[in-house]
């Protein structure tokens, strides 16, 4: 799924097990960087619920062959002097 700068994805994490790990989990492009995003939904002393997110750097590009070759490769094909 490509990103418009500056926007995110994300999606419930049916994986979860422990309550360190994130409730939510996805993606962001940021200042031209992806970016992996996990968010958490907690409570406070006063029982008032509130979001906790976390930004890492993204191997995503990396791992699944990526979101930037894909794009790389559509730039290739549309600029592609060949007929077909």
Do not use: C
């Not at 029982?47 to 290739?76: H, L, W």
Request: proline letters at 2%; charged letters at 30%; zero cysteines.
């Amino acid at each position: 799924m490509e990103h418009k700068e500056n926007t995110g994805i994300l999606f419930k994490n049916n994986y979860k097990e422990k309550e360190s790990q994130p409730d939510y989990k996805g993606t962001a492009l940021i200042d031209g960087q992806y970016k992996d995003v996990a968010l958490w939904i907690n409570t406070s002393k006063n029982n008032v619920q509130y979001f906790k997110a976390q930004f890492q750097d993204s191997t995503k590009d990396v791992e699944q062959g990526g979101m930037k070759e894909d794009q790389r490769i559509k730039k290739a094909q549309k600029s592609s002097d060949l007929p077909f």
